[in-house]
C-alpha cells in the first residue's frame, strides 16, 4: 500500500530519497531553492505581479495595461491620437500650467514653514527668509516666478484652444470650465500680491478693492448698490478686506484666500478640467488631412 501524503506532497514520516530526517529546516530550503530563479526574475516573481500585475514588455496590450494600471498614468488613456498630442498643436501650455501649479503648492507649503499673516511680522518674515534663510531667496522667487509664468502659460493656453477652435461643441462645458480656472489663477496671483506687506502689494490690493466697490448691485458705488443698502461697512469690499481698510484683517483674508480656499478650489475644477478633456474624446487634434494620393480616391469617389 502507498504511504499516505500530506498536501504539499511531503513524506509524513520525513524520510527523503537520501535517507535524511526531513525538518522545517529542510522544507524551508526547498521552498527558497524555488524562490530563488524568481528572485532573480523581478520582473516574472510574485513581488513585482501584485505590485504590477503584468509583465514588462513592449507588446501593445501590456503597454496598456501599464498605463491604465498605473495610479499615476491612468488618467492617460491608454491610446491617443498622436497628431493631436503633437507639441505644435498644444503648445504644451495646459500641462505647462498644470506643472507650475504643482511648483507653487510645493514651494507655497515650504514658505509657510516661514510665514506669518500678521501686520508685525509679515514683512520681516520675508526679509529674514530672503537673506538669512538657507536657499530662502531662491524658495521666494521660484514661488514668484512660477506664478508669473503660470498666469502666462495659462493664457496662453487659453489662446491655443481658441486658435485652434478646440471650444466649440462638445467642448464648451470645458471652455467654461477654463474661463473659471484663468479667473481663479488670476485671483491666487492677486492675493498673494498683499502678503509680504510691502509697499507695492499694499498699494496694488487698495487700488484692486477700491474697484470692488463699484461692484454691480453689491458695490456701494456700483449700479443698484446703494438701492439695495449697500454702504462703505457691508459691502463686498468689506467683506473681501474684513474692514473698510486694507489693515491686519485684509492681510489675514488674503492669506486664507491664498493658502487654503482658492487652490482647494483650483484643484477640484482642474479634476473636472482633465476629466472633461478624456471624456470629449481626448484632445481635439488638428483637422484630418487627407494625403494628396487619398484626396485623387475621394473625388473618383
Ligand atoms: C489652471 C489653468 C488650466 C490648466 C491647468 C489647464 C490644463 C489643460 C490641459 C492639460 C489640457 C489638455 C490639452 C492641452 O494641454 O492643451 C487642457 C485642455 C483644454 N483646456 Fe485647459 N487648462 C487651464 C485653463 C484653461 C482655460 C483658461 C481655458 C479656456 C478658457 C481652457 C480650456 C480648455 C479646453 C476647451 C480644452 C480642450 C482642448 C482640446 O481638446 O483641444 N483651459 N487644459
Not at 114 to 123: E, L, M
Not at 208 to 214: D, E, K, L, S, V
Request: net charge positive; glycine share 8%; with cysteine.
Amino acid at each position: 500500500m502507498e504511504e499516505p501524503k500530506n498536501t504539499n506532497g511531503n513524506d509524513p514520516a520525513g524520510a527523503n530519497g537520501n535517507g535524511k530526517k526531513d525538518g522545517p529546516l529542510q522544507e524551508l530550503k526547498e521552498k527558497s531553492r524555488e524562490a530563488i530563479p524568481m528572485l532573480l526574475k523581478p520582473r516574472e516573481g510574485r513581488v513585482w505581479k501584485s505590485i504590477f500585475r503584468h509583465p514588462l514588455d513592449e507588446k501593445p496590450r501590456n503597454r496598456s495595461l501599464a498605463v491604465l494600471q498605473n495610479v499615476f498614468l491612468h488618467l492617460h488613456p491608454a491610446r491617443i491620437n498622436r497628431d493631436a498630442v503633437r507639441f505644435s498643436f498644444t503648445w504644451g501650455m495646459g500641462g505647462i500650467t498644470f506643472y507650475l501649479f504643482i511648483i507653487l503648492t510645493l514651494t507655497g507649503i515650504f514658505l509657510m514653514f516661514y510665514y506669518h499673516p500678521s501686520k508685525v511680522v509679515a514683512f520681516r518674515d520675508i526679509q529674514y527668509l530672503e537673506h538669512n534663510v538657507p536657499f530662502g531667496k531662491i524658495l521666494r522667487n521660484m514661488h514668484r516666478w512660477a506664478a508669473h509664468a503660470m498666469i502666462i502659460t495659462a493664457w496662453l493656453h487659453m489662446m491655443r484652444v481658441f486658435f485652434t477652435g478646440s471650444y466649440k461643441k462638445p467642448r464648451e462645458f470645458n471652455w467654461s470650465v477654463g474661463v473659471i480656472l484663468l479667473v481663479l489663477t488670476l485671483l491666487m496671483s492677486f492675493t498673494g500680491y498683499l502678503l509680504p506687506d510691502d509697499q507695492l502689494g499694499f498699494w496694488a490690493v487698495t487700488v484692486g478693492t477700491n474697484m470692488a466697490r463699484a461692484t454691480p448691485l453689491l458695490g456701494h458705488e456700483g449700479p443698484g448698490g446703494p438701492e439695495l443698502g449697500m454702504t462703505a461697512f457691508n459691502d463686498v469690499r468689506f467683506a473681501l478686506l474684513g474692514g473698510s481698510i486694507v489693515d491686519a484683517n485684509a492681510l489675514l483674508r488674503a492669506y486664507i484666500w491664498h493658502c487654503i480656499a482658492i487652490p482647494v478650489l483650483a484643484s477640484i475644477f482642474m479634476i473636472v478640467h482633465f476629466w472633461r478633456v478624456r471624456k470629449d474624446g481626448g484632445i481635439s487634434g488638428p483637422a484630418p488631412m487627407l494625403l494628396e494620393s487619398e484626396s485623387d480616391q475621394v473625388i473618383r469617389g
